[in-house]
């Protein structure tokens, strides 16, 4: 029995590094103005399946490489779709440089109808990373990007959105490393550039060693120019926040010399930083008045959860004064939910 999962780990594990070779290969042999579409097989050990799509644009000219992904959660609606608007409008004759798109990294969680978690393992994506050569077919999707997409690109955009219970304030973020001015500074440019009205900045506050959970912190930690595009909201697809995606995409690849269908920044930019989190510490229903964008003071009461009964059982106040950035928004509520993030500081442009 030792030796059947001693040969059944190494044929898996050749399937991967056939798989990877298979992502090299096309990568660097992709000609001028050329459009390359792939699907990756991944299994795990337990049999457990993903196909992964990948396309790689080849511009007319040399330049960067520029990657975005979507689809990390099951059910963030708007970035797939603008992902597949995106796949129909970008002429790679009109392109400088490469493009490489994930258009559905989480195809389980996808189909599963799931928001959070890959109901085929039980594993969150965007808590996954780096993954595992060796994990669940999760953790092996993770592993996969970190090991394949991410070292090729140098600009790595993880687009997500507000899942099926979550509002949110449509925004553009990167990670602020002291220790890496360059990556961060593109990345801020990159951020307040793409048209969104609100660019946020988080720290970047892990050792390079440890693990990054999410893929654009993990692009990151890997010395990468690294951002991610927050748009829509409740899981649905609304026209506004799929062109939202569409415009920070297109203002990004302007800004890099790469394509020339920019807009320009918002005319009203914020710039947003300090985020701190409310979280819950009871299951029971989630009531509340806020919406993502509104404005709290230090100690209003933003929201309370109730049991079954009606009875309260938690109430939740803001720690400081600040932006909305996205909130729980439908009632079913669980310990260590996040409650609300809110955003406590506003920069000078």
Known sequence: MTKFFSVLICFLTLIGANAQTEFQRAFRDAIPVSRTNMSVALEDAQGNKSMLPIVILKGAEAGPTFTWLAGVHGSEYAPIIATQQLLEEIDPAQLKGTLVILPLLNDGAFYGREAYINPVDGVNLNNAFPGDANGSITQRIAHYVTENIVPVSDVFLDIHCGDAPEDLLPFVCYYVDENRPQQTGLAKRLSDGSGFEYSVAYPFNIDYKEPAKYAFKQAAQDGKTALSIESG?????????????????????????????????????????????????????????????DQVLEGQEVGYTTDAFGRRLETYHAPKAGTVLYMLATPPINVEDTVMCISTKTLKN
Do not use: C, W
């Open 233 to 293: 909201r409740l899981g649905l697809v609304e026209k506004e926040a799929v062109d939202l995606v569409k415009t920070g995409v297109y203002n990004m690849l302007d800004i890099m010399g790469m394509y020339a269908e920019g807009s320009g920044p918002h005319p009203e930019l914020k710039l947003l930083a300090d985020q701190i989190y409310i979280d819950s510490t009871v299951q029971g229903i989630f009531y509340s008045d806020l919406k993502a964008g």
